[in-house]
């Protein structure tokens, strides 16, 4: 089978736990001996587009304005442009190479056009990963009004990424009857875990606990998006009600719109227990994770969607324990504690996370025990093998 793959982000580049999941499903499909090709934008491509291979990958790459760190106006704008720029770049290369399956992957909201163009040429099947309901978590935190003309106008494209699936995969069962209530477009659904490939780094050097000065520190680490849908201050304020342990540090490690109000607080409340980091690749992140010894996260109260953040794989493969808090109602929650990979809270519930906190950081037989059973987690049902088998039976009942 000839698939097609496409994604705002892509590997070796990007830092992105969305580029490194397709990477992985790409790669899992080439091992199946399926012919795959990313389709993707390359802001400041010199020319207009670039074919490379990764891991047996054909990459596809386009040019485009910058999408990541820039202002939300030029941003939405950039975006917007996504699929159009990627047809006039590869217009004659998707006429002379036809596919038989389409996967997509939100965010963005922005590639219904191209999908829809695709289908048209080739005939071919889509699956939409849906893993952000944008602009409805904007709207839950009070960054824009329901009846905005700028929400009408990301909502044009979020139906036409809608339309343009066959099948919808989200994230997890309660996001599933969320969004089969709520979406005024009926298209099959399907149960999609995040997924991950168990490839760890070995463990044993300790490079960036000299390098930061924490060799004998329990080490609570946070990689990724920095912005509001986090509530990153959550973070920040457990740090603060734990400066006075010794032997705790929290590093921080990304990029994203509220980097800038972290980096206050650090300096505001003297947090000397707090290392604020830019963001490294993946490779990179992987090796400073295998050194650390506990998996943080945190999610915004006021989502009423329900969210599995990418982080949580990483923190899988590397066999950490999991630490964090999520909006009321997540069945992450439930995940997580069942199966005694981590110990989670509502954001809000302060003295809870400090609590679960200071359990992991003096109990060193508990991090090892939720460790393993993260790992476990991660086997019986975030695998890639998991993810690539479950598309394939979907579009295949389709097709």
Known sequence: MKICLIIDDYLPTSIKVGAKMMHELASEFVSHGHTVTVVTPAPGLSSRFEISELDGVTVCRFRSGEIKNVSKVKRAINETLLSYHAWQAYKPYFQQHPHDLIIYYSPTIFWGQLVNRLKKLWGATSYLVLRDFFPQWVIDNGMLSAKSPIT????????????????????????????????????????????????????????????????????YFYGGNIGHAQDMMNIVRLAKAMRSEQDAHFVLVGAGDEVELVRNSIAQHNLNNMT?????????????LAEFDIGL???????????????????????????????????????????GAGLITINGDDQGLLNNALKLLHDSLLRKTLGENAKQLLSDVFSVQAAANRILATTSRIG
Request: hydrophobic share 35%; glycine share 4%.
């Open 276 to 288: 604020l980091l830019p963001p490294v690749t993946q490779d990179e992140f992987k090796k400073m």
């Open 152 to 219: 009408r106008y990301f909502r044009f494209f979020e139906s036409l990424s809608y339309r343009a699936a066959d099948t919808i995969g989200v994230q997890s069962p309660k996001n599933l009857a969320w969004f089969s209530k709520t979406c005024t477009i009926k298209k099959p659904l399907d149960l999609l875990y995040n997924w991950a490939a168990d490839d760890p780094v070995p463990a044993g050097k300790s490079y960036y606990r000299q390098k930061l000065g924490l060799e004998n520190k329990v080490v």
């Open 297 to 339: 996260f945190s999610l915004h109260r006021d989502h009423t969607t329900h969210n599995f953040p990418g982080k949580l794989l990483g923190y899988m493969v590397q066999e950490k324990p999991i630490l964090g808090s999520v909006n009321p109602d997540n069945d992450l929650k439930d995940i997580v504690e069942k199966t």
